[in-house]
């Protein structure tokens, strides 16, 4: 047994090593261009870009920096002063860990609840993200915050599973021109199996306020519900970002319980971003893509713009205009407005809820 502690020892250490900052820097630095300006933001109007990346195992941090600087690069070069990532968009370092895949097939073939499930003891999801996460932690902090400062943009690097003290939380992150951490999100609503893997599940909102406007990055699932977006609207929301990774074969009528109808019934501007692909057993699809308020889109669809294929990496880009936004909330003609219905019902309905 002691041999097998001093190999988890050293291995773990070789994982921090790797992930150190310092390297991270410099491989950034050796791929580093000549400065572009960006393109400056009018008025109120914004170019916004949400990412579909396909998802990989890599046993060398190093080539997911490349992978990341590869998608951030491409949608700066597309004039995107705002660009999101997917959320587990940190599942691809699970590659540095012997055997992850063997162990991760298993994972995704037990129900949870089941039988199966309460008879196997072993390592589970929280406990492998309670490994390797202190290593992860600073080096996306370094990566994303890099990345944001090189490209001048806000940066949403999407969700990742870390450990927070004795808990395992679903967090996103989100960075200024400048590089700094301007806030985090911990996922609210879990699904089951998030549940079963020991993840804790969030206890509030957070509404970032920026230059460029209000900013929420509430995580997958929270889009489901209503109140996650009334929530965010009436504490100021303009820009809800939405990063998911929905682990089922793609459903358009499925995926309708998200985003869109959201975005409909609480006037802001929508950004989804979407893990895709096969890893660990999982079918990762979903549309990245940039939402609104129907009559703000030219055909009244509220799409602006949305990759085309549920399992492909690709990018959802557009221009979207606060000021608008703001004209039609003052202006709409069926808002909700009884506020003392609201007032006498929600606080009886959700304190009795058990």
Known sequence: MAGVGWKEKLLRQYRYWQCRPARVKKRLLAQSEEKREIASIKGRCLRVAALQVEVELFSDPLDYVDAMHRRVREAAALGAHLVAFPEYNNLPLLGMLPGIEAMGEEVSRTEPGSAESADQPGITVADVVRYIGPAMAPFLDTLYSTLAAEYGIYLMSGSFLLPDGDQVVNRAF??????????????????????????????????????????AAPV???????????????????????????????????????????????????????????????????????????????????????????????????????????????DHPWRDNNQALYRRYFPRIYHSLT
Request: net charge negative; proline share 6%.
């Open 174 to 215: 989100l960075y200024s021109p400048q590089g700094q951490l301007i806030g985090i999100q911990d996922k609210v609503h879990l699904m089951p199996m998030e549940a079963a893997w020991g993840v804790s599940a969030g206890t509030r909102f957070n509404l970032f306020d920026t230059e460029i406007g209000s900013i």
């Open 220 to 330: 997958c699932m929270d889009a489901t519900y209503f109140e996650t977006f009334r929530i965010l609207e009436l504490q100021g929301a303009e820009i809800v970002i939405i990063p998911i990774a929905n682990p089922e074969p793609y459903n358009q009528w499925l995926a309708l319980r998200g985003i869109w109808p959201r975005v409909q019934e609480c006037p802001v501007y929508g950004i989804k971003s979407a893990l895709v692909g096969r890893l660990l057993g999982f079918e990762f699809t979903g549309r990245a893509g940039i939402f609104a308020p129907a009559e703000l889109t030219s055909d009244g669809s509220g799409i602006l713009d949305i990759v085309v294929s549920p399992e492909e990496e690709g990018i959802a880009l557009a221009e979207i205009d606060l000021a608008e936004l703001q004209k039609l909330r003052s």
